[in-house]
């Protein structure tokens, strides 16, 4: 059974920072690539961040510079380090793989961020 946790929501002021993990099972964890997604209230979900199997990093345009993706496969864990946050960056944020045919997601952690 795939299953992904994360962890390290929480409220911050802007201009400060988090890190969330996103703990993976159920599959071999350095065979997948990983994304962290967002979703605001009342919008879309949306891809932050993904990072391949080798390691390649792609971001979103309203985060580059500020946060990065990284993977630990020795913990089966991928990270979302997230600096100079903005009010913006409010939501709730998921990880996500890819197996097979079907997409797995997290049950999300809460990020907010007050002015």
């Known amino acids: 059974q795939v299953r992904l946790v994360e962890s390290g929501g929480g409220l911050v002021q802007a201009g400060g920072s988090l890190r969330l993990s996103c703990v993976v099972s159920g599959i071999q964890f350095s065979n997948h690539a990983m994304d962290w997604y967002r979703q605001a209230p009342g919008k879309q979900r949306e891809l932050v961040a993904g990072i391949t199997v080798g390691g390649t990093t792609n971001y979103a345009d309203s985060v580059k510079g500020r946060f990065t993706i990284s993977r630990d496969n020795a913990k089966n864990t991928v990270y979302l380090h997230m600096n100079i946050l903005k009010p913006e960056d409010t939501g709730v944020y998921y990880c996500?793989?890819?197996?097979?045919?079907?997409?797995?997601w997290g049950q999300g952690t809460q990020v907010t961020v007050s002015s």
């Open positions: 996500r793989t890819y197996l097979n045919v079907f997409y797995y």
